[in-house]
């Protein structure tokens, strides 16, 4: 769901068709009939933007038809934890939860939603499912009206249909037998995204498919490292290995405070201490000593709200961001509502622009969407523009993790051409003449940037490179890896100041386990600790692809584990569930944890063991509690706290939609950023006759995103030459749009043309008894490049989520009529 | 057949002669014997498809200093040397005629790019991020709270770079800067 694998993630989907000769049956449910749809044993076309009905009644159906994987869910999830009296589901408040603040739009006070506590702060539960609060029955009252009849008004899905989708699922999950769920920015790209992914990862705690062979959620991510600049982040919002930004929202203004409110009592996050100081070393070195870590935790910038690249745009076109660099990104393009990405560009004082040819965001001061492409007045923007020739991924050394976690190292091969080079190469650069400039400075809000450890030159210069200056990508990595800061045989104590070592010197640490809170360790992301353990054996670039689980083949963080939570796929006294599905279990004999892969639990924690009173930190998870990032080591059905828009999943309508929600009088999600004060971001009204149509975007395989990459290869655009629209015979009939000729898009922020076409893979949907048509978008072209054609992100509008501020691209509303723009 | 019977034995056993040659020798030319893949030869490095995130396994192949050929890898798990049509192309993503090989700059309302020197950029850059961050740089809110950042200037992409780019991106933008901004694709 929510994903086109064959045609987005095209390498990967014959493994799904390998599976299904073996005999494995492959779903597909999207609006719009696709190279996957044709591969699969059923496809279910939907309405775009109502997945969470669709997935809410399989939900009630596994809690009303004795569905569910019972020994899973009683002993692996919170179903038997008790909420507090004082919740308010979305039944009782007409889709609402309990604590929400109308003036704020936002949910101010979740306490509600918490568990009920015993003295000693740990949850109670009834093992039953029996009483009224428990998580199961909470979810059974929350889901009561996700019926059938209800898939089939808001989805358009006929119930025949959407209960062999539950049945298949049902028949292929349990002990003997697990089901994968894939999803892309299908599901990712809605104003209730988190909330979709929520309620697919509920279906799978409940049909017991996490943590075990041949299950989980799969996010299929969309670029080499996307995963990668999330562990290792380049988000306002996080801190390496996802440890959070500080906020001056929150009381953090001291480490202890910071710690006090991001770490965990109980469960592996009680490491939280150890892993910011870690990091705190790494980037500030001897001053990450200073009263304990706190001086330089200081210097780290607070946020005061949310500085999302989306949301930062309406800043940009306010004119308080000045300044900005752009790494192999376009948002003239590839952004949501990119006319007003164009225009806060032209707010700027200056912009850098490191990238492989000039982009439309590069170019956006004198060239503007086609038909008129000179219709730009340069005399009239200020913006100061740096474009830098960046080196191509083949001509640098480095590391890619891929969509399963995998960190997979690349050679270079050869020097990048004439002035081009490595993005390390600017940043090292960048911040090495910086460093030299604020030098002399007294200004205590320059010391961070004085203390920066900054040493990555390479020892000697790579044989045979023109580059004399290359930095050195493994050093870094080591710094990532992290590394002992004192010869372990001296201790600070005792000895006074131990001699402390440079990077280059310091021995790599084996893995996240050493690491310290006392300022011993530098790390710079816990999670990747391990991946480069001793000189010489950089395990990224390992290449035997032996073996089931290929654990010799690059490396997963966390540890080298390639499914996580994998105590999950033995049975509570830790025996396989199954001989068919074994992969991780205890062995009684040598009194530990074994299997197929590296086991995600402490390796000698028996599965009886039972934590005693007051217990913290991993002593507080049970021998049968494999999600040991949470404090409670359940698999949340229900989400006590770290929600914005409530702790289950239920259904809002997309913020344009053509139909009222069904459900609830709330329309839309309660809790998202709808930028309503800005005049350019008009939404469509709910059913809005000038916009009565669906239209979803996607990728096709032939292009990459806006197409700044692939558009200037002539054997891909020979394949992809022009940007279309898919709509079904029945639209372009009503319409009188001709297959072949040109047609018109438009939304409420603006118009495109493309060519049309027409095919049956779109098909009129009936929803409440009323016909309704979706068309499909590829996004891929712009005025750059070899081939040119219209932006498709110029109609999509600056919705965001509210846990994450993702734009929704996926499903919003549109016209359409034959012909071309004037 | 029968005829062939009736040959004279000489020229049975001259038939047979050219048969035998004929069956020895292969059906190439000396030049077309002497072509050889062009990967043989060429230096392997491993690297990996720069497009989605599958992370399909390629071959770069380089003679004399250039790119030759690029490949899918047989022996990786991911993708077993298949490549998708954006893979298989990665060739004219590394050696394209349309790249950039030059600094361009733009100075404010002008109409057209100017040539520079990477040095020259570099330094006028580091210009740009002092002046601008020491102009709009937050020690403390109003009331007291300390911030201690800069929303004055913004970072934007990650996702398709390296993890030790983005680490010293956001070490040097964030922990030395002050910088809030820092975003990637993952979130578009």
Known sequence: ?822 | MEERILLPVVVQSAVSQVMEIGSRVQPFSVESRDKAPRIRDAQLFHSVCPYCAVGCSLNVYVKDGKVIDIEGNPDSPINHGKLCPKGSATFQYTVNPSRMRQVLYRAPYSDHWELKSLDWAMEQIVQRVKKTRDETFVERLPDGREVNHTLGIACLGGATLDIEENYLMKKLFGGGLGMLSIENQARV
């Open chain 1, 1 to 822: 769901m929510g994903s086109n694998m064959a045609e987005a993630h095209p390498v990967a989907f014959p493994n799904v068709v390998e599976a299904k000769e073996r005999g494995a049956k492959v779903i597909h449910i999207d609006p719009h009939f696709s190279r996957t749809s044709a591969l699969a044993n059923l496809y279910v076309p939907i309405r775009a933007g109502s997945d969470i009905v669709f997935l809410g009644a399989i939900i009630r159906h596994l809690l009303e038809n004795n569905g569910y994987f019972h020994d899973y869910v009683v002993h692996y999830t919170n179903a038997a934890t008790l909420v507090r009296e004082d919740y308010r589901d979305t039944e009782d408040l007409d889709g609402l939860f309990s604590g929400y603040d109308p003036a704020t739009e936002s949910y101010a006070d979740q306490s509600s939603w918490d568990y009920q506590r015993d003295a000693d702060g740990r949850p109670v539960t009834d093992p039953t499912l029996q009483h009224p609060q428990c998580v199961f029955q909470i979810m059974r009252r929350h889901y009561a009206r996700y019926t059938p009849e209800m898939v089939e008004q808001v989805c358009g899905v006929p119930r025949e249909q959407w209960m062999q989708v539950a049945q298949t699922l049902i028949e292929n999950s349990g002990r003997e037998r697990t089901s994968a769920l894939c999803y892309a920015v299908g599901w990712t790209q809605q104003s209730k995204g988190v909330q979709i992914i929520r309620a697919g990862a509920i279906m799978q705690l409940l049909l017991g498919n996490i943590g075990r062979p041949g299950g989980g959620v799969m996010a299929l991510r969309g670029h080499a490292s996307i995963q990668g600049s999330t562990d290792v982040p380049t988000l306002y919002e996080l801190l390496s290995g996802y440890m959070p930004q500080p906020s001056a929202l929150l009381p953090q203004q001291t480490l202890a405070d910071y710690i006090a409110t991001s770490g965990q009592k109980t469960g592996w996050w009680s490491n939280f201490p150890a892993y910011i100081r870690s990091l705190l070393k790494a980037w500030y070195g001897e001053a990450a000593d200073e009263e304990e870590g706190n001086t330089s935790y200081r210097w780290l910038p607070k946020n005061i709200g949310d500085h999302s690249h989306l949301a930062t745009s309406y800043e940009m076109l306010d004119g308080k961001v000045r300044g900005y660099f752009l790494f192999g990104q376009n948002p003239a393009a590839g952004s949501t509502h990119s006319t007003m990405q164009r225009e806060a560009l032209k707010q700027l004082d200056w912009m850098v622009v490191l990238d492989l040819y000039e982009t439309e965001s590069a170019a956006f001061w004198h060239r503007g969407p086609v038909p008129h492409t000179d219709a730009v007045d340069p005399s009239k923007i200020k913006t100061e523009v740096f474009l830098l020739p960046a080196a191509a991924s083949t001509e640098k050394e480095g590391s890619f993790t891929n969509t399963q976690r995998l960190i997979q190292w690349r050679d270079k091969a050869v020097d990048p051409p004439g002035d081009a080079r490595s993005d390390l190469w600017f940043v090292y650069h960048l911040g090495k003449r910086l460093k030299e400039l604020y030098a002399d400075s007294k200004e205590p809000r320059d010391r961070g940037l004085q203390a920066l450890t900054w040493e990555y030159e390479l020892e000697e210069p790579e044989p045979g490179s023109r580059i004399l200056d290359e930095p050195d990508a493994q050093l870094v990595l080591k710094e990532i890896n992290g590394y002992y800061v004192y010869p372990q045989d001296q201790t600070e104590m005792g000895t006074g100041k131990a001699h402390a070592y440079t990077l280059r010197e310091a021995p790599h640490v084996p893995g996240f386990a050493v690491l310290k809170a006392d300022g011993s360790t530098a790390c710079g992301s816990w999670i990747y600790s391990g991946v480069y353990p001793e000189p010489g054996n950089n395990r990224a670039a390992s290449r035997n692809g032996e073996g089931y689980t290929f654990l010799q083949w690059g490396y997963a963080w966390p540890a080298n584990r390639r499914i996580l939570y994998n105590r999950a796929s033995a049975d509570p006294q830790g025996r396989p569930w199954s001989e068919r599905k074994k992969y991780i279990w205890w062995d009684e004999e040598q009194k530990k944890w074994t299997g197929f892969d590296i086991p995600d639990f402490p390796l000698n924690k028996p599965p009886d063991y039972m934590p005693p009173p007051g217990a913290t930190g991993m002593d507080a998870i049970s021998g049968s509690d494999p999600f040991i990032m949470k404090p409670d080591g359940k698999g949340w059905l229900f989400v006590p706290t770290g929600l914005k828009d409530g702790p289950l999943p239920t259904h809002y309508e997309a913020a344009e939609s053509p139909v009222h929600n069904a459900l609830y009088h709330q329309q839309s999600n309660p809790a998202a950023k709808y930028y309503r004060d800005r005049p350019d971001n008009r939404l469509a009204a709910v059913g809005d006759e000038h916009y009565p149509i669906v239209v979803t975007t996607y990728r096709l395989t032939e292009h990459h995103v806006s197409g700044q990459m692939t558009r200037w290869m002539p054997w891909l655009n020979a394949l992809q030459p022009a940007l279309f629209a898919e709509l079904s015979p029945e639209l372009a009939a009503e319409r009188g749009i001709k297959h072949g000729g040109w047609m018109v898009i438009s939304s409420p922020r603006g118009e495109i043309e493309a060519r049309a076409m027409v095919t049956r893979r779109m098909r009129p949907l009936r929803i409440d008894g009323h016909v309704v048509h979706q068309i499909g978008l590829p996004f891929h072209w712009g005025y750059q490049g070899k081939i040119k054609g219209s932006i498709t992100n110029d109609l999509t509008h600056m919705v965001l989520e509210p846990n994450v501020s993702i734009e929704e691209a996926k499903a919003f509303t549109c016209n359409v009529r034959p012909g071309r723009l004037p």
